[in-house]
C-alpha cells in the first residue's frame, strides 16, 4: 500500500449520497448503536414487500443466520415489476457482441422475456418452487433472462461458468442435484465461434440421474448433436408462452441461488443465498459504493458466472432500474482499445473491473484510453484481488484522468456484496489499501484467540457480526458450512466468520488485504483450491507425490505452481510428455483457468517427521524468497536446497 493519500473529488462529493467522512461515521454510529435497527430501516424502505417482516434478524441457530423472518418478497418486482410505473421504456440491458451488434433491451421488454421464460420452465419442464436449475451460458440477455426466470418462479439457479469443463459440470449438476440444464450452442470468442452444447452432453452422458432436460438457446447457429426428449430449442418455443406470469411470493429466507466456489479442501461448495437479505445487499451497495443515479449506464465486465457478475451485472443494476451493459467478448478484440471504445459510445457512468485486466490492459496499450472520450465515468471499481499500486494509479490517471474515484473493492462469494471498501465521494484513498468496512459491516483483524492485532501487523479478516447478505449454508453440508467459515477464530468465546484472507490496519484504520491465509490461489481473480488440483494431478500414473502452490505473476495476480514428484525416474522426454500429460487432465477436470504455469519434478517434498507437507515452505520457494521458518523439524532438511535448485532452473 502507498501512503498518498487522494481526497475525494469535490465536485462529485457534492452530488453523492455520503458526501464526506462525518456522513460515513454518523451511518457507521447508528449501526453501531441499533444494529438491528439499522437493517430494519433499510430493508423497510430499499425492499418493496409482498408481506412485511416480523423479525429482523434470528441469531437462535447460529452461524446459521436468518434475516427479515416473515417477509415475504420476489426480487424480480424489486428487479422488473417495480419499475414498470416509473421506467418501463427504459434501456435495462444494453448487449454488445464482438463484432458490435447491439441488443437494447428495455425493462418492459425484460419483463416480459422473463415472464416467458418463467412460464416455459413451469409448463414445458415441470420446474417448481425449490427446484434447482444449472445455467451454462455464454453472456448474452437470455443468461439474464433465465436467471430472473427462476428467481419469479423460486426455482434456485446455479450458474456454472462457462470456461468450466464437463467434469466440473457435471460434479455441480450431481451436487444441486439439477432439474434442468440452460445452455447454449455455443457463442463467439475473439471473433470465432466456440461450443457449449458438447460439453453438457458430455456432463450428462455420466450419471446426472436428477437431469432430464435440456434447454438451448440458439446463439452462435452451429450444428449440435440433438436428443429428442431430452433437449429443446429454446428459440423455437418461447413464442408460445404467455408474457404474464405472477410472481412467487418467497419468504425471505428462502435460496435464491447457489454458486460453487474453491475453498482449502475437497470439492467446490455450493455458496447458498437467500433473496431478501441479498437483494437488500446488491441495491445498497450500488447505492453506497457506486452512487449510482437515475439515468446512469453501468459496466462490470465480469462473467455472470461469477458473483461479481450476479451481483453487479444483474441483480445490483436492475435492482436500482439503471441500465446494464453486457459484453460478450474479449477486452482485446479486435484490439487493445476495445473497452474504451464501449465506454465512449454507450456513455458509461461506472466501471468495474479486476486489476488482472487493468494490469494487462496498461501492458497492451498504456496510451489507449487516452485515445478515447471517456468524460462520461465517475466511478471506477476493481475488485477479485490485491490490486498493487502500479496498476491503481494507471486506473486512476489514464482511465479515470485523475477525476474520477477509484473504488477497490473487498468481498467474496460468500458475502454477496461489497464489505470493505471505499465510498467515492467520501473516502481519502490509499493505492492498494479497500480502506474502511462499509456502514453496519464489522471488520475486525484478529489472531487466531480474537484478539485484534496490533497496527501494522497481518492478522486474519474478520466478519464479528452477521449482516444481511452472507452465505446461509453450503448447499447439503451445514458441517462444512460451519467448520469452513466458523470454525478457526473465536471472538469473546463465540465463533466469527473467518474469510480466509490475510489484512493489516495502519495507524488511520485502513485495512489493506494481503490475500488468502489458506490453501487457496487466486489467478486473475479466479479461486482455486490448491487440493482440487492436486487430487487430480494425483490421478496421473505416473505421479507419486504432489504439492501445488501459488506464485505471484505480474499480470495475473498469482500462477499455479506444482511440485511433483514421479514414481519412475525417467527420461526428459518423459517429463515433458508429463507436462502436457497433466495439463490435459487440468483442462478436463475443471478447465483452462486452471492450467499451471510451472511444473517441477523433485526428488522430494519437504515434509514434518509425521509426513506433512510444508506448504509454506514451498510456497516461499516458488516466490524466491528466503527461507525464514525453521527447517530443522523437516524429516530431510537437504531437500529444501535441492528443490531451490531446481526451482530456479
Ligand atoms: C477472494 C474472493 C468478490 C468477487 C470476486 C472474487 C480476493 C476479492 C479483493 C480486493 C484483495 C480481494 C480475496 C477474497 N479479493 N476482492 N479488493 N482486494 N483481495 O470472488 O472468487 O469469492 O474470491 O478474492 O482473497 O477472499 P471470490
Same mark, same amino acid.
Given at each position: 500500500?502507498?501512503?498518498?493519500?487522494?481526497?475525494? +473529488?469535490?465536485?462529485?462529493?457534492?452530488?453523492?449520497?455520503?458526501?464526506?467522512?462525518?456522513?460515513?461515521?454518523?451511518?457507521?454510529?447508528?449501526?453501531?448503536?441499533?444494529?438491528?435497527?439499522?437493517?430494519?430501516?433499510?430493508?423497510?424502505?430499499?425492499?418493496?414487500?409482498?408481506?412485511?417482516?416480523?423479525?429482523?434478524?434470528?441469531?437462535?441457530?447460529?452461524?446459521?443466520?436468518?434475516?427479515?423472518?416473515?417477509?415475504?418478497?420476489?426480487?424480480?418486482?424489486?428487479?422488473?415489476?417495480?419499475?414498470?410505473?416509473?421506467?418501463?421504456?427504459?434501456?435495462?440491458?444494453?448487449? $454488445?457482441?464482438?463484432?458490435?451488434?447491439?441488443?437494447?433491451?428495455?425493462?418492459?421488454?425484460?419483463?416480459?422475456?422473463?415472464?416467458?421464460?418463467?412460464?416455459?420452465?413451469?409448463?414445458?419442464?415441470?420446474?417448481?418452487?425449490?427446484?434447482?436449475?444449472?445455467?451454462?451460458?455464454?453472456?448474452?440477455?437470455?443468461?439474464?433472462?433465465?436467471?430472473?426466470?427462476?428467481?419469479?418462479?423460486?426455482?434456485?439457479?446455479?450458474?456454472?461458468?462457462?470456461?468450466?469443463?464437463? $467434469?466440473?459440470?457435471?460434479?455441480?449438476?450431481?451436487?444441486?442435484?439439477?432439474?434442468?440444464?440452460?445452455?447454449?450452442?455455443?457463442?463467439?470468442?475473439?471473433?470465432?465461434?466456440?461450443?457449449?452444447?458438447?460439453?453438457? #452432453?458430455?456432463?450428462?452422458?455420466?450419471?446426472?440421474?436428477?437431469?432430464?432436460?435440456?434447454?438451448?438457446?440458439?446463439?452462435?447457429?452451429?450444428?449440435?448433436?440433438?436428443?429428442?426428449?431430452?433437449?429443446?430449442?429454446? +428459440?423455437?418455443?418461447?413464442?408460445?408462452?404467455?408474457?404474464?406470469?405472477?410472481?412467487?411470493?418467497?419468504?425471505?429466507?428462502?435460496?435464491?441461488?447457489?454458486?460453487?466456489? !474453491?475453498?482449502?479442501?475437497?470439492?467446490?461448495?455450493?455458496?447458498?443465498?437467500?433473496?431478501?437479505?441479498?437483494?437488500?445487499?446488491?441495491?445498497?451497495?450500488?447505492?453506497?459504493?457506486?452512487?449510482?443515479? $437515475? +439515468?446512469?449506464?453501468?459496466?462490470?465486465?465480469?462473467?455472470?458466472?461469477?458473483?461479481?457478475?450476479?451481483?453487479?451485472?444483474?441483480?445490483?443494476?436492475?435492482?436500482?432500474?439503471?441500465?446494464?451493459?453486457?459484453?460478450?467478448?474479449?477486452?482485446?478484440?479486435?484490439?487493445?482499445?476495445?473497452?474504451?471504445?464501449?465506454? $465512449?459510445?454507450?456513455?458509461?457512468?461506472?466501471?468495474?473491473?479486476?486489476?488482472?485486466?487493468?494490469?494487462?490492459?496498461?501492458?497492451?496499450?498504456?496510451?489507449?484510453?487516452?485515445?478515447?472520450?471517456?468524460?462520461?465515468?465517475?466511478?471506477?471499481?476493481?475488485?477479485?484481488?490485491?490490486?498493487?499500486?502500479?496498476?491503481?494509479?494507471?486506473?486512476?490517471?489514464?482511465?479515470?484522468?485523475?477525476?474520477?474515484?477509484?473504488? #477497490?473493492?473487498?468481498?467474496?462469494?460468500?458475502?454477496?456484496?461489497?464489505?470493505?471498501?471505499?465510498?467515492?465521494?467520501?473516502?481519502?484513498?490509499?493505492?492498494?489499501?479497500?480502506?474502511?468496512?462499509?456502514?453496519?459491516?464489522?471488520?475486525?483483524?484478529?489472531?487466531? #484467540?480474537?484478539?485484534?492485532?496490533?497496527?501494522?501487523?497481518?492478522?486474519?479478516?474478520?466478519?464479528?457480526?452477521?449482516?444481511? !447478505?452472507?452465505?446461509?449454508?453450503?448447499?447439503?453440508?451445514?458441517?462444512?458450512?460451519?467448520?469452513?467459515?466458523?470454525?478457526?477464530?473465536?471472538?469473546?468465546?463465540?465463533?466469527?466468520?473467518?474469510?480466509? #484472507?490475510?489484512?493489516?490496519?495502519?495507524?488511520?484504520?485502513?485495512?489493506?488485504?494481503?490475500?488468502?491465509?489458506?490453501?487457496?490461489?487466486?489467478?486473475?481473480?479466479?479461486?482455486?483450491?490448491?487440493?482440487?488440483?492436486?487430487?487430480?494431478?494425483?490421478?496421473?500414473?505416473?505421479?507419486?507425490?504432489?504439492?501445488?502452490?501459488?506464485?505471484?505473476?505480474?499480470?495475473?495476480?498469482?500462477? &499455479?505452481?506444482?511440485?511433483?514428484?514421479?514414481? +519412475?525416474?525417467?527420461?526428459?522426454?518423459?517429463? &515433458?510428455?508429463? &507436462?502436457?500429460?497433466?495439463?490435459?487432465?487440468?483442462?478436463?477436470?475443471?478447465?483452462?483457468?486452471?492450467?499451471?504455469?510451472?511444473?517441477?519434478?523433485?526428488?522430494?517434498?519437504?515434509?514434518?517427521?509425521?509426513?506433512?507437507?510444508?506448504?509454506?515452505?514451498?510456497?516461499?520457494?516458488?516466490?524466491?524468497?528466503?527461507?525464514?521458518?525453521?527447517?530443522?523439524?523437516?524429516?530431510?532438511?537437504?531437500?529444501?536446497?535441492?528443490?531451490?535448485?531446481?526451482?530456479?532452473?
Amino acid at each position: 500500500m502507498s501512503s498518498i493519500i487522494y481526497e475525494p +473529488n469535490r465536485a462529485f462529493s457534492k452530488e453523492a449520497r455520503i458526501k464526506n467522512m462525518c456522513e460515513y461515521k454518523e451511518l457507521c454510529l447508528q449501526a453501531e448503536e441499533d444494529y438491528t435497527g439499522y437493517w430494519e430501516k433499510m430493508a423497510r424502505e430499499k425492499i418493496d414487500w409482498i408481506e412485511p417482516f416480523h423479525t429482523v434478524l434470528d441469531e437462535s441457530e447460529a452461524p446459521f443466520y436468518k434475516w427479515f423472518l416473515g417477509g415475504k418478497l420476489n426480487v424480480t418486482h424489486q428487479c422488473l415489476g417495480r419499475h414498470l410505473k416509473v421506467r418501463k421504456n427504459k434501456a435495462a440491458i444494453i448487449w $454488445e457482441s464482438e463484432f458490435g451488434d447491439k441488443r437494447i433491451i428495455t425493462y418492459l421488454q425484460l419483463y416480459y422475456r422473463v415472464n416467458r421464460m418463467a412460464n416455459l420452465l413451469k409448463n414445458r419442464f415441470g420446474v417448481k418452487k425449490g427446484d434447482r436449475v444449472v445455467l451454462y451460458l455464454p453472456m448474452i440477455p437470455e443468461a439474464v433472462f433465465a436467471m430472473l426466470a427462476c428467481a419469479k418462479i423460486g426455482a434456485i439457479h446455479s450458474v456454472v461458468f462457462g470456461g468450466f469443463s464437463a $467434469e466440473a459440470l457435471r460434479d455441480r449438476i450431481e451436487d444441486a442435484q439439477a432439474k434442468l440444464v440452460i445452455t447454449a450452442d455455443g457463442a463467439f470468442r475473439r471473433g470465432k465461434p466456440y461450443m457449449l452444447k458438447p460439453v453438457v #452432453d458430455e456432463a450428462l452422458s455420466v450419471g446426472c440421474e436428477s437431469c432430464k432436460k435440456v434447454l438451448i438457446v440458439q446463439r452462435n447457429r452451429e450444428p449440435i448433436n440433438y436428443v429428442r426428449g431430452r433437449d429443446f430449442i429454446y +428459440n423455437e418455443i418461447i413464442m408460445q408462452e404467455s408474457q404474464h406470469c405472477d410472481p412467487e411470493p418467497m419468504d425471505s429466507e428462502d435460496p435464491l441461488f447457489l454458486l460453487y466456489t !474453491s475453498g482449502s479442501t475437497g470439492k467446490p461448495k455450493g455458496v447458498q443465498h437467500s433473496g431478501a437479505g441479498y437483494i437488500l445487499w446488491a441495491q445498497y451497495t450500488m447505492e453506497h459504493v457506486f452512487d449510482v443515479k $437515475e +439515468n446512469d449506464t453501468f459496466w462490470c465486465t465480469a462473467d455472470v458466472g461469477w458473483i461479481t457478475g450476479h451481483t453487479y451485472i444483474v441483480y445490483g443494476p436492475l435492482a436500482m432500474g439503471a441500465t446494464t451493459i453486457i459484453y460478450e467478448g474479449v477486452a482485446t478484440y479486435p484490439d487493445v482499445g476495445r473497452w474504451w471504445k464501449m465506454i $465512449e459510445e454507450h456513455r458509461v457512468n461506472q466501471f468495474y473491473t479486476a486489476p488482472t485486466a487493468i494490469r494487462m490492459l496498461h501492458k497492451e496499450g498504456p496510451d489507449e484510453p487516452q485515445k478515447h472520450d471517456l468524460s462520461s465515468l465517475k466511478v471506477l471499481g476493481t475488485v477479485g484481488e490485491p490490486i498493487n499500486p502500479d496498476a491503481w494509479h494507471w486506473y486512476r490517471e489514464a482511465v479515470g484522468n485523475g477525476r474520477c474515484a477509484i473504488v #477497490d473493492t473487498w468481498w467474496q462469494t460468500e458475502t454477496g456484496g461489497h464489505m470493505i471498501t471505499p465510498l467515492p465521494g467520501a473516502t481519502p484513498t490509499k493505492p492498494g489499501s479497500a480502506t474502511f468496512a462499509l456502514p453496519g459491516i464489522k471488520a475486525e483483524v484478529l489472531d487466531n #484467540d480474537g484478539n485484534q492485532v496490533p497496527v501494522g501487523e497481518k492478522g486474519l479478516l474478520c466478519i464479528t457480526k452477521p449482516w444481511p !447478505s452472507m452465505i446461509r449454508t453450503i448447499w447439503g453440508d451445514p458441517k462444512r458450512f460451519k467448520k469452513a467459515y466458523f470454525g478457526d477464530v473465536k471472538k469473546d468465546g463465540k465463533p466469527v466468520y473467518f474469510s480466509g #484472507d490475510g489484512a493489516i490496519v495502519d495507524e488511520q484504520g485502513y485495512i489493506t488485504i494481503t490475500g488468502r491465509t489458506d490453501d487457496v490461489i487466486n489467478v486473475s481473480g479466479h479461486r482455486l483450491g490448491t487440493a482440487e488440483i492436486e487430487a487430480i494431478l494425483a490421478h496421473h500414473e505416473n505421479v507419486a507425490e504432489v504439492a501445488v502452490v501459488g506464485r505471484p505473476d505480474p499480470i495475473k495476480g498469482e500462477g &499455479i505452481f506444482a511440485y511433483i514428484v514421479i514414481k +519412475n525416474e525417467g527420461g526428459i522426454g518423459e517429463e &515433458i510428455n508429463m &507436462i502436457q500429460e497433466l495439463n490435459k487432465l487440468i483442462v478436463k477436470e475443471i478447465g483452462s483457468i486452471a492450467k499451471l504455469d510451472a511444473i517441477r519434478f523433485v526428488p522430494a517434498l519437504p515434509k514434518t517427521r509425521s509426513g506433512k507437507i510444508v506448504r509454506r515452505i514451498l510456497r516461499s520457494i516458488a516466490k524466491n524468497e528466503e527461507i525464514t521458518q525453521d527447517i530443522s523439524t523437516l524429516e530431510d532438511p537437504s531437500i529444501v536446497e535441492k528443490i531451490q535448485e531446481l526451482t530456479v532452473s
